[in-house]
């Protein structure tokens, strides 16, 4: 019996068996993870591109070169296992990913997912029988039909990574956050903010009154308890914290880089003789702060270990790929892959990583300059996960830490720092701001509708102030009140950024917003978002009142709006901008007076047309609806309980680029008794159609 393949078909049925399996697993997965993280992940294509080339190559030879070794039958076999390999692992990355939460250490509790785990084990089950299947039902097309079916599949991988290759926008934000200069100390003016990731007010308040020595450390302060941070997670508290500018419906990354170009502290900084740096990550970051902000630069930080990044990639792979009971083995922090950061050109990056931290404070002590003022913000993990710093600073193994203990290491990192102030006598001149990117619920298998992350801590001491215990002030701040706050510690016209955290009464009525990104959107909600929405809420005068956090609705920024077609019947959730509730399988509610809607045409509308809404359900027996198109009001029709539609003509003029921006305005909406989140309700709705006036459609067909 001949070993090695001869024919055509044997030889193209061992090409495309190796070639599913190695490239699914070296090549597209990992670019695939890669484009779909391009704003959190510090490296670029040109870093990994050559290692997964380099597996890829290997791997198929070895594969391809073994099938010559095997005889027919068990050659079969064998490829055949391939071929299921790269099948099962391509269906399960691509169309069977679930939402674990953000992959940033916490832990996932695994048991909450066991029914979909038997589910797709019955799944993959199913899928490890089709080549049998197949072959038992045409023996002699059997080779055939696999090698088509791998064909495909890789050809489908290959127009997916190349439309992701040409829509990514991978240089925009490649720049470098060295750790320069970060214990320089001033003679003159000091503003020093410490960040501790996640670190929530009502934890505070839990660990100073289990610890009571922290009171002491923080006696000069002034404590905010009711703060609201404005935005959440880190990707929208940090940009907050720094310049008091809401997300206004944009991508998260043009976020970040509308509100450094807007802000005006960081030049007023500058022109006020601050060297001001900035230790965080660079995704959080934007090109507008190069030559304000004194630790950034352009450019991008090399790979210290393209062995310890390539492993830390394709554990990343595997997670996506392997079943469901297989994933606990390959849960990854995305963090880790700071850990292969190296220098660039004599610049070494920052690393947020708080033993690190202090050993560099300890090792390197303050260091006193005169001539300059100093502006510090340290970005530090605080109780974020995973949890490895023990009470003293140290790193440790998980199992040897809590919450408790790393947040006392955080405080310990802050203390060592203030401790040191005083020994330089320069402690009185220095400003020190000690907070949070956003809240956080610190139980290891979170409560997620116990709150929205929105009540950092806030600590605050002015520069000379001295005082015998914490002072505690309610006012319902926000983060909307920090640049004032930080330019009254140098500059006499701070008003200019509006109010300071201290001209808040605690008496005043006041509505704060506050953001969360879409991970945290459907985690809070239980459905899921498409990647890159964000759910708006209210919060009331007092941010741990859940009574008064009234959720207004789902922005689905510009860089998510699905592209229309004129004339094809959608549904209401893929066009939701803003003011919906809950997306439920039937359709979703109207949650306020105004509510927008927005879409992306495929092509240009040139004829007048009529735009139909369908629902299932309206508030009352009748709701009045007002139609506003791309700011042009279109007319009011009188939906009734007893109609499933609703109609309005729509002359072209009004369409004059590729976005329609829809808003209906409810004014009979109400509140009633049975809605959470104090809703405002009016119709639940379903489709809706933009279709020139001579066709006419039915939604039930």
């Not at 006020?272 to 970051?285: A, G, M, Q, V, W």
């Not at 976005?659 to 639940?684: C, K, Q, R, S, T």
Request: net charge negative; proline share 4%.
């Amino acid at each position: 019996m001949k070993n090695s393949p001869k024919t055509e078909k044997d030889i193209l049925f061992s090409l495309w068996s190796c070639l599913l399996l190695t490239f699914t697993l070296f090549i597209f997965t990992p670019l695939d993870l890669f484009y779909h993280n391009i704003d959190v992940f510090w490296f670029t294509v040109n870093d990994i591109l050559p290692l997964t080339i380099g597996v890829f190559i290997v791997s198929f030879l070895l594969l391809f070169g073994f099938a010559y070794l095997l005889k027919n039958k068990v050659r079969i076999f064998y490829l055949s296992t391939l071929w299921t390999m790269g099948f099962t692992f391509y269906i399960q990355g691509t169309f069977l990913a679930i939402n674990y939460g953000p992959m940033d250490g916490r832990g996932i509790n695994w048991n909450q997912y066991m029914v979909w785990g038997f589910i797709n084990l019955f799944i993959w089950l199913v899928m490890f029988l089709l080549p049998f299947a197949i072959k038992k039902i045409s023996k002699e097309n059997y080779r055939k039909i696999l090698t088509a079916i791998a064909l495909i599949i890789v050809l489908m991988q290959c127009v997916s990574l190349s439309v992701s290759l040409l829509s990514a926008n991978e240089q925009e934000h490649r720049i470098i956050v060295s750790n320069e200069g970060m214990f320089d100390i001033s003679e003159n003016n000091n503003i020093i903010i410490f960040v501790l990731d996640s670190f929530s007010a009502s934890f505070f308040d839990e660990l100073i009154e289990r610890y009571c020595q922290y009171k002491d450390l923080f006696r000069d302060f002034m404590y905010f308890p009711n703060a609201v941070s404005g935005g959440a997670t880190t990707p929208f508290g940090l940009p907050m914290l720094m310049t008091g500018l809401y997300y206004n419906g944009e991508g998260r990354r043009e976020y970040i880089i509308r509100v450094f170009r807007e802000t005006d502290l960081y030049r007023d900084l500058k022109s006020h003789n601050f060297d001001t740096r900035i230790y965080t990550e660079p995704s959080l970051l934007s090109h507008n702060l190069i030559s304000i902000v004194d630790n950034i630069h352009t450019g991008q930080a090399s790979v210290n270990s393209y062995i310890g990044l390539l492993g830390s990639l394709y554990e990343f792979v595997a997670f996506r790929t392997v079943p469901h009971f297989v994933k606990p083995f390959f849960v990854i922090y995305t963090g880790q892959f700071n850990r292969f950061m190296g220098a660039n050109e004599n610049l070494n990056p920052f690393v947020i990583d708080d033993p690190l931290f202090f050993a560099n404070l300890n090792e390197n002590g303050l260091n006193v300059v005169n001539n300059i003022n100093i502006f510090r913000l340290f970005h530090l993990r605080g109780i974020h996960f995973p949890r490895n710093m023990n009470e003293h600073a140290y790193q440790v193994d998980a199992t040897e830490t809590d919450i408790w203990r790393q947040a006392r290491g955080a405080f310990y990192i802050i203390e060592t720092y203030i401790q040191m102030l005083k020994n330089v006598e320069l402690y009185d001149n220095t400003t020190i701001i000690v907070t949070a990117d956003h809240g956080h619920i610190v139980n290891e298998y979170d409560s997620w509708q116990a709150d929205v992350f929105q009540n950092p801590v806030l600590l605050i001491k002015q520069a000379n102030q001295r005082q015998e215990a914490m002072t505690v002030n309610r006012a319902p701040v926000s983060f909307t009140e920090m640049p004032a706050t930080i330019a009254s510690a140098f500059m006499s016209e701070y008003a200019k950024f509006g109010c300071t955290l201290f001209c808040i009464d605690e008496l005043m009525p006041r509505i704060r917003r506050h953001f969360i990104y879409y991970a945290f959107a459907s985690i809070f909600t239980g459905i899921h978002f498409p990647r890159g929405s964000v759910i708006e809420f209210e919060i009331g005068n007092d941010a741990r009142n859940l009574d008064t956090i009234r959720k207004i609705g789902v922005i689905t920024p510009e860089t998510s709006v699905a592209t229309y077609q004129l004339g094809s019947i959608v549904r209401v959730r893929y066009s939701i901008y803003r003011g919906f509730g809950t997306v439920q399988q039937e359709g979703v509610w109207t949650w306020d007076n105004l509510v927008e809607m927005r879409l992306r045409l495929e092509e240009p509308i040139m004829k007048d047309v009529e735009y139909e809404l369908w629902y299932l359900h309206i508030l009352g027996s009748q709701q009045r609806v007002r139609l506003h198109i791309n700011n042009h009001f279109i007319g009011e029709v009188l939906a009734t309980s007893d109609q499933q539609s609703i109609h309005f003509l729509i002359p072209q003029h009004v369409f004059y680029d590729e976005y329609v921006n829809i808003i209906l305005e409810l004014p009979d909406a109400f509140e009633p008794e049975w809605a959470l989140h104090n809703a405002i309700l009016g119709l639940y709705v379903t489709y809706f159609q933009l279709r020139p006036i001579h066709i006419i459609n039915d939604v039930n067909k």
